[in-house]
């Protein structure tokens, strides 16, 4: 079983960063791969950026040139950097994991929000 806990959210204001951190516990992370999901209040959650372990990385068309996604094995951590945040990156930050196709292992997410 793979526990993940996030931390890094906050309040920030437009323009400006957040560093979001996925520390994993139960298992070595270094054979997942691993994905950063936002949902927003009455929107579906959605994949945002995701690591694979080659680290081939994937990032939303809304996110793209803004957000880094990371991984540090060593530390069986994944990071998301958000620079140039916007209002309407405003959501709960979610971390997860997958050995195949499904992401099976979730955080219990961190807020997000970006004031205008």
């Known amino acids: 079983q793979v526990r993940l806990v996030e931390s890094g959210g906050g309040l920030v204001q437009a323009g400006g960063s957040l560093r979001l951190s996925c520390v994993a516990s139960g298992r070595t992370l270094s054979n997942y791969g691993m994905g950063w999901f936002r949902q927003a209040p009455g929107k579906e959650r959605e994949l945002i950026a995701a690591?694979?372990?080659?680290?081939?990385?994937y990032y939303a068309d809304s996110v793209k040139g803004r957000f880094t996604i990371s991984r540090d094995n060593a530390r069986n951590a994944v990071y998301l950097q958000m620079n140039s945040l916007k209002p309407g990156d405003t959501a709960v930050y979610f971390c997860?994991?997958?050995?195949?196709?499904?992401?099976?292992?979730w955080g219990q997410g961190t807020q997000v929000t970006v004031s205008s």
């Open positions: 690591i694979s372990s080659g680290r081939m990385t």
């Open positions: 997860s994991a997958r050995e195949s196709s499904r992401w099976d292992y």
